[in-house]
């Protein structure tokens, strides 16, 4: 090619560039058809149309065997308030100071409240906190250091799903990308976390609320499904298999976690943001299901999980309108019956309460825009005491309160980590540089709580 002539140069040179311009658009536009291929191949391997169709078509009412334990895992708080009646009390004292004995910072948002608890029977107790993509990481509770923070799968947010540990090396948690992830647990310190299974609802459901796991293994989880609202049954251990299903349930689940009944035979999910349900654990089948209040749509952050009463047996959920008592019917086809304890006006409940049995209190908070209030009831709803003059923040989805067994009050609410003596009144405060969006959780001695930007605290070891 000549290049004395300018004018020439000028249209060659542009010649040249409009055929780069097009071999790269050529090239972009091949590199992303070999991904939305690649892309749909995933999909069509993990969600097949027939899947798509029908969510729940993969049940299968025979498990596998499983050697060795099965059920919660041993431990301080193994799975979304202690317990799967989700009481938020706990067997242990909490600190009576407000002495920060480590902090971790870890890398993601941090939404969801960890779980304490052995990985293998005789094991020191595991802090597993889900975060970011990981989607848990597990720390040492002693000093916050970090055994392992990654799998060998890359998965989205664990959002509002706190772990649910099980007996048997596996540890149960929801994610962003439609998943329940079950994770095989290396031995104590181990650093190599693999992924058993994912269990994916394909009817893009969000798993956001945290699983609960039964004593025979099964583990229960719930997603939104579009509205329509998806109830799964997994068998227990390394093998994926849907014990039974439920799509659609009537309507959307979204962050409540379903508990159990006191003798694990029933499960109760709070779907449509106030219908409550109760279902035969082993098979699914509906035994009853009540309206609270009108069924409106189930937005990402208020989380109306049930809280049951491990003795009685009395189901209490905190909506829009007040905090609600639901007793199950005593023959298998009576009706349940509802009762409206407290009223809270202009105020919303978005929060699950907790429970002193002990001494007979229900505690539980109702916020209307940034003003709350945090109420002590007696278990036949009467007021014992409220607190309006705790702070700026919201009661909502993962921070209800927590209660040690001396009954005093732990919270969150914005930047703030509150004690409460069992009467109300102040024990200490600390204000922290970040927002809370998940409670503490209770040790002997300590709590483990983490900040939304992905810090994790541990507090106490104070003077008895």
Known sequence: MSTSNPTARGQAMACLRATARRAVTVLAVLLLAGAILADDATAAERCSRELQRAPCAEANPVCPAVPGGVGLAEGSWPVFQGNVQHTGSSPFRGPTCNRQIWSRKLKGSLFGAPSLARGFPGEPETLFVPVGKAPICALNPDDGSVYW??????GKLADRSSPAVGKGGLTYVGTRDNDLWAIDLPAAGGRDATVAWRQKVCTDGDITAPPVIGSDGLVYMTSDSLGAGTVMAMCPGDTRQVKWCINPLGGGVRNASPALSPAGDVLYVLFGGAGLVALDAQTGAERWRIQLEPKRSVGRIPNHAPV???????????????????????????????????????????????????????????????????????????VQWRRDDLGSGRFRNNNPPVID????????????????????????????????????????????????????????????
């Open 149 to 154: 923070c990654d799998t060998d799968n890359a």
């Open 308 to 382: 049951v009463n491990p003795v009685t047996g009395r189901v209490y959920v905190g909506l829009w309108q007040g905090l609600w008592a639901v007793d199950p019917p005593a023959t298998s086809n009576g009706q349940p019956t509802a009762t409206l304890l407290l009223d809270v006006g202009t105020e919303r409940i978005e929060t699950p309460p907790a429970l002193d049995l002990d001494r007979g209190t229900i505690v539980v908070g109702a916020s209307r825009g940034q003003q709350e209030t945090l109420y002590g009831l007696g278990l036949n709803g009467r």
């Open 405 to 464: 067994t001396r009954g005093r009050i732990y919270l969150t609410l914005g930047n703030t980590l509150i004690a409460l003596q069992k009467d109300g009144s102040d024990l200490w405060r600390s204000e922290f540089p970040a927002p809370f969006d998940s409670s503490p959780i209770l040790a002997d001695g300590r709590l483990y709580v983490g900040t939304n930007e992905g810090t994790v605290y541990a507090i106490g070891d104070c003077p008895l």
